[in-house]
Structure formats: C-alpha cells, structure tokens
C-alpha cells in the first residue's frame, strides 16, 4: 500500500556525516557492526524521532555515544529502527546487527555469489546490511573494516583507498581497512571478499594522477579480462577529452561476479559487475558482447561523475544519472566506433524496448512521480528515452552550449544531490535557451506522432511542410501538452544531394533543426529549386513517431541517396514495415501474400554497395523483427500472421538473391586471427546476416554452407550465427551442431546461455516444451539471473509466436515461473513479468488468456512488492 511520491520529499531530519563499518564476514553468520555520526539537521526541532531504514536486519546490539540503550529509548524491528527521542547535539549510534549471506537469494544487500561475498545496494539494498537512512540524498565518509578467513577470502575490497591490512592474532582471519574520502550516498557503498584473481593495469589521468587498476576474476579467467581493461582505459581518456573530467581515487578496482541482478553497479571505485560484462575471448564472445563490454565498462565508469560526484536528491531522479550516463556511453561508443552504426543500433534497441513500454500500461514518464517499489523503474524508459532527452538537449543547444551546460553542471552540482530541474538550469544558463516547455519531456509519458504532409508549388519554388503533433494517453495522464520536438532536416534531390533553399517560416529554425513546439506549423521553405523528398528526424532528432505522406517510390530514393546514413536505414524499415503490415493482414485473412518488388530490389542493392560500411549493409538487410512489426500494428495483433509475413517476405528475399548474397558471401570470409575491432566485426555481421538469407533459401547448397559455416567457425560470432540458423531455419544437422557446440562450451556457463538462449527463440511449436526441458537441464539454475534470463526471458522477449501462443500455454509457463521466482528473487521475477507488457495489443482470444494468467499472479498471496505492483499496473 501507500507509494513513494515526489511531491512528498522532505530533506532527511538528520543527516549523517561518518560511517565505520566493522564487518565480520562468515557465511550464514556475518556480523556487522556500524558506527554513524548523526547530526540533526538545521530545521530539525530538538527531540525529533530518528527512523532509520531496515529490511529483514537482525538487531544484536545498540550503543548509543557509548552507552547501551534500555528498550524504552528505541523501538526495533527487522525494517525499522526508531530512536524516539535522541540527543540535540551530534552522537554516535552503534548498531551491530548479523547477516546470512548463504540465505540472502534476493541478491541485494550482502550475499556469496560461487563463494564470493559481494554487495549490491542499489537502490535500496544497504538497509539489508545495517540499519541507515537509506536515500541518496544523506551522504556520508565511510571507512570500512572488513574481516575473513583467509583461506576463504584472501581478497578483500572496499570503496576507496586502502589503508591498512593484516592478521586477526591467534586467528586464521585477516582485515582489510579502506577509507573513501568522497563522501557518497549508501547505494555506493560496496565489498567484496572472496579468493580471485587480480588482472592488474595502470592508467596516469590528464593531470597525472597514478591510478592502479585492477580486474578482479575467479581464477582460471584471467586471460578473458584484456578487453574490459582496454575498454576501462579508453573510457578514462574520453572523459577526459570529451567531459573534462578526471578519475579521483588511487585505485580502481572492477569485480566480475556469477550472480548478478542487473549488469553491472557503479559503486565508488570498485564497479561489480555482472561477469557477462566483463568476461570474453573469441571463443565464447561475440562481436556484440565485445561492444556491450565496452558500452558497460563505459557507462559505470562515466557515473564516477554522474552519478556518484553528482548524485540524485531523491529515486525519482533516477534518469539524472542513468539516462545521462547513457548518453554519455553511447557517444563513447560511436566515438570509438562507426557513429551512423551505432545510432542506428541505440535506434533500434529504443524502438523495440522503449517504445513498446511506452504504449502499453507500464508507460511512465522519464521522471516519474509515483512508485510502489523503485526496482521496477530501472526501465528502457528511463535509461534510453533519458537519453534521448539529453540528446535532444545537445541537439537545441548546439555543440558548445551543450557542453557549457555540462561544465556548469558538473561546477555547480559537484558534491549534492540534485534533480532534473537542476540539471536543465545550468543549461538554460549557459545557453539562454527556454526550456520551460522542454522540460515536458521528463513529465509526459507516451511516444509522440508527428504526422506530416508536403507540397511542392514548381511555379513558385516554394515546400510546404505541414506538421502536427500529439502524445497519446498514457496511465494516469489522460490529456498531454504538445511538446518541444526538434526535427533535424534536408530536402534531398534527385540526385541525392542536399538542396538548397531560402527561407523557411512558420516554426523556430536553428541550423538545420526544425523546433515543433505547436499541436501545427504550416512550414514553408522558399527558393527550392526542383521537387524535393523532405529527409525528415535525421539521426533519430527526437524518440517520436513520424507518419508521412512520403510514398514509398520517395522513400526508396531516400534509401538509395540520403546523404545521412541515419535515414538511409530508417527509408528502408518503414517500407518494409508497410510491406509486412500488408503481408501480415493477407495471412490473417487467408490470403496470398504479395511481396513488394521494389523493396527486394533496394535490399538486393544495399547489400552490393561497396561504398557503404560493411555494418552498415548488415544493418540495413536485417529485417524488422517480429516485435516491431506487432508495435506498428498496434491493436488486435496475431502474431503468428506477423511471423508468416516476416517469413514469407525473408524466404522470398532469399530465393530471388540467393546467387548473389551466397557470392558476396563467399567473399567476405576474413583470413586471420580473430580481432573483435568495429571494421572486422561489420565484415562478419554483413555476412552473418546473408547466411540468415541462405538458410530460408531453400537450396541445398546452401544448407550446407550453413553447415559449413558452424564446423568451420573459429570463433563465437560465427558459430552462433551458424547455429542460431540451424536451429530456427530446421536444416538437417541441427540437433548434432547443439549436441557438438554444448560438448565444446559445457564448462562455460556465458557460452551455455548462448545455447539455451537459440533454444529458447526458435519460433517453431515444440519450442516450449523444449524451454520446459531444459529448465531440469543440469546446466539450468534457477537460482542464476543470467541463465534464467538466457532462458526463459528470451522466450517471453524473443519468441513472439511461442510466449504468445494462442493456447495461452506460453503465458502460463511464463507466470509459472514469475511465480515461483518471486519467493527467492523478487526483482528477477518483476522484470520476467514485465514481458506481458504488450498483452492489451493482442488479438482477442490472446489477450484473454494474457489477462488470465496475469490475474493468476496478480490474485496470489504473498507477493512481493516488485511483482505485485507490475502485475497491477500491467492490468490497471
Ligand atoms: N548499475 C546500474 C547502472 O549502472 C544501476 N545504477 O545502470
Ligand atoms: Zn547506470
């Protein structure tokens, strides 16, 4: 009951300045002992209550400045501890409580992950360690004590700096103390103690502060760890160059750990991460895990500033730091990478997992107001739509006020916690720019339309565009306001130039941005020359929808010769997007379904043209998933009528370039070792996504160039892609290339997911049964977020027809599982559960069953917050 909203903040009645955490580690009995330095706050009256935070804690002992309390001075509970009366001077409270780490199978708090002790306390897990105020905005200087047996755990990590080590005399146990000067909410705080191995390196800032670096592993995985240090390193650079800012601690330490909740934390100065984040080599890791590896090594670095220097004032300035800090990491990435590929994939990734939140009952704004349980908030929605946001920003300000904004930002806010309306003043301030009606976009949940319709008078030498915007409703936002959309244009010739033109009127231009800001603007732009195809939202300007009176002969044309690569990509999805919605009625109506000649032809072109970046090519192949195509629909969606269009239109791409897609993929083959560099991996996709063609030929010799391509595969990419086609085309062979690659990766558990992850996905009826299986497979752990993800969450996010199946069967192993989750790992299960998210855009006989099975979990006893609270929104 209840709820957290941000209209209540109140500043904490107490603030406190010091930590000494003196923790005892032992399996199912640490014993934990914090000593707080409490002051009461300025507009605190004398004889406040103070009431700290707890979750499931076991009280042993209560000192306060020294002396014992009796039971009438404080009122204890295992969420709650209440100091009716304290002094009205500074004091010093000393909690001591006991943790069992073996039991704690929520993995927030402390708990052993293969052995190693390790914390995750955001966002509210350090209330599972000692009773605190747990909230961002109550930042203290914690020194840490930690102690273990040394043949357990030989390693010992903290925050900070490490200060003193030694033996416990007449003991088999060691210490470790480590002080962080930074003073930091308790989300930061971490530990880690276990028996590991250090990969070591060494990184000398801008200023030439030494920084020792170090990569903790479980031994036997040191040689997997020389990519997340190269990436850690390239990450400190560009802060450098890019941000102007520095790393500030002697140390900073990374551990990879097996059970992991999230994918990865940034807890001051040593990063846990989620091992699938930090492990690879090129025999178990894929190009895309090489380029997640970088992206998260990046992004946690990129939150020492956002984030942890400046951190949030409250939970529902979550996107200040996260939707920032992605910001930050995806232009990272496209710095170190091709910058039109990687926007292209942000693109997509946002299309296929914000946009959907957005339109179905989970939507929320960027900044939300009301949450029951905050675990549920760390979404595509504040993660990717924040950082479209902040793109945005840099896009209306231009490159040097966006960087200003920055500057005074981090001049400003160094040391608080601060909020979203902070943020946006220093880039008012440094810019001037209004952003009153901006600041909609952290407020309005829902993705915009734009609608657009064109004209061209010859005689005149004058385009009309004629735009209009709307947001739709949204779970507890019925009417929205227009918002501030900045659309980046051109208007493309018949040559594929730019044109160029006079003037334009009737809306705010800066550069080449558009600056919508009314429900419509009549747009005219004088002085053009020829009829121009508008090249609308180039590089993705804003997270909209855009629905144009462009025909498709005018798309294709902008697909064959927009000079922004951006939009070259984005022409050829919205044809095949119209071309498979018309293909996916005539299937659910029984009828042939046509196939688009044109769009075979452009696709056909893309994949020969040379001048174009070999992932870009790749890119522009792949066609719209099935999910995507089931967004653009919208209402009433069978997805089995979408999988027969998407399949009929790929077969028939297939057979009519087949000749030419298995030439240009013979001669893509790369000799020489493997490197997992952004030019080579382009190379690989280019011809991994040609093989997917080949596989759905037909052809007998391409079968066998399938086959080929699995037996002869000398690193991950490769052999995945050989047996993720296997697998879902049904080439003869399948089953013995599943049997040969789990023979030959059995041992590694990331490589296994891969495995259960192409089972899982394979859209063919038996697929269920086959994930029912598999969960007794000995290589399954239910206990594992990542294998259980590999599993059953690629079969409720990947496999549109299965999860969806019209028996309801899929729905129901799904909720089974959220079930039976929920009692061990409640924000694991959340998360599964938030896959029915789109079950109100499901045809009717779905839909029922989506509902009943929601009801099923919604109606159980005993529910843990986290899923309770997705089950009632997914309904409301
Ligand atoms: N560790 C998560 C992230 O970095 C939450 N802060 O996004
Ligand atoms: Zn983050």
Known sequence: AGGVRLEDYQPAPYTIDRVDLN???????????????????????????????????????????????????????????????????????????????????????????????????????????????????????????????????????????????????????????????????????????????????????????????????????????????????????????????????????IVAVSDFNMGAMENKGLNIFNDKYILADPDTATDQDYANIEAVIAHEYFHNWTGNRITCRDWFQLCLKEGLTVFRDQEFSADERSRPVKRISDVRLLKSHQFPEDAGPLAHPVRPRFYQEINNFYTATVYEKGAEVVRMIKTLLGEQAFRAGMDLFFERHDGGATTVEAFLDCFRDASNEDLDQFALWYEQAGTPTITVKSDYDSKAKVFTLSFSQSVPPTPRQADKKPMTIPVRFALV?????????????????????????????????????????????????????????????????????????????????????????????????????????????????????????????????????????????????????????????????????GASFARLYESLEIDGPYSPDAASAGVRALRNTLLEYLAHSGADGDAERVRDHFAKADNMTDRLAGLTQLVHARLE??????????????????????????????????????????????????????????????????????????????????????LALDEKNPQVAARLLSAFRSWRALEATRRKLAENALRRVAEKADLSRDVKDIAERSLQ
């Not at 020829?530 to 002969?553: C, H, K, M, Q």
């Not at 290589?779 to 990542?786: D, L, V, W």
């Open 733 to 818: 062979g399948a089953e013995d290339a599943l049997a040969a690659y789990y023979e030959r990766h059995s041992t590694h558990p990331l490589a296994i997911d891969k495995w259960l992850t192409v089972q899982a996905t394979d859209g063919h009826p038996e697929a269920l049964e086959k994930v029912r299986a598999l969960t007794a497979h000995p290589a399954f752990s239910f206990a594992n977020p990542n294998r259980l993800r590999a599993l059953v969450g690629a079969f409720a996010t990947g496999n549109q027809t299965q999860f969806n199946r019209a028996d309801g069967a899929g729905f129901d192993f799904v909720a089974d599982t959220v």
């Open 493 to 657: 010739g018949e040559d594929g130039s730019d044109l160029a033109y006079e003037t334009v009127s009737g809306v705010e231009v800066k550069g080449d941005v558009l600056k919508l800001q009314a429900p419509e603007h009549k747009v005219t732009i004088s002085g053009v020359n020829e009829r121009p195809i508008p090249s609308l939202l180039r590089g993705f300007s804003a997270p909209v929808i855009l629905e144009s009176d462009i025909s498709e002969e005018d798309y294709l044309h902008l697909a064959a010769r927009d000079g922004d690569p951006f939009n070259r990509w984005q022409a050829l999805q919205t044809v095949a997007l119209s071309s498979l919605t018309a293909g996916m009625e005539a299937a659910r109506d029984g009828a042939a379904i046509e196939v688009d000649g044109l769009l075979v032809h452009a696709l056909g072109t893309v994949a020969e043209d040379e001048s174009l970046d070999p992932a870009f090519r790749a890119l522009a192949l792949q066609l719209p998933a099935e999910a995507d195509i089931a967004r653009e629909i919208g209402s009433d969606v069978d997805p089995d009528a979408v999988a027969a269009a998407r399949n009929h239109l790929r077969r028939t791409i297939a057979r009519e370039k």
């Open 23 to 253: 923790i005892r580690l032992a399996p199912k009995a640490t014993r934990v002992s914090a000593r707080l330095a409490i002051r009461r706050g300025d507009n605190t009256a004398p004889g406040t209550a103070l009431v700290l935070d707890g979750d499931d804690l076991k009280l042993t002992g209560l000192l306060l400045d020294g002396s014992a309390l009796t039971f009438q001075d404080y009122e204890a509970s295992p969420n709650r501890l209440e100091i009716p009366a304290p002094p009205s001077e500074p004091f010093v409270l000393e909690i001591s409580t006991e943790l069992d780490p073996d039991a704690n199978t929520k993995l927030m708090g402390l708990y052993r992950s293969q052995g190693t002790y390790c914390t995750q306390c955001e966002a509210q897990g350090f209330r599972r360690i000692t009773y605190f105020l747990d909230r961002p905005d109550v930042l203290a200087v914690y020194s840490t004590r930690i102690e273990a047996r040394k043949g357990e755990a030989p390693v010992l990590l903290g925050n900070g700096n490490l200060i003193e080590t030694g033996d416990v005399a007449g003991t088999d146990r060691h210490f470790a103390i480590w002080h962080d000067p930074h003073p930091k909410p308790s989300y930061l705080f971490a530990l880690v103690a276990g028996d590991l191995a250090r990969v070591p390196g060494e990184f000398t800032t801008a200023s030439g502060r030494e920084v020792e670096l170090g990569i903790y592993v479980e031994h036997g995985n040191e040689d997997q760890c020389g990519w997340a240090m190269d990436s850690l390193k390239r990450s400190m650079r560009w802060d450098e160059k890019a941000f102007g800012r520095e790393y500030d601690l002697d140390v900073f330490n």
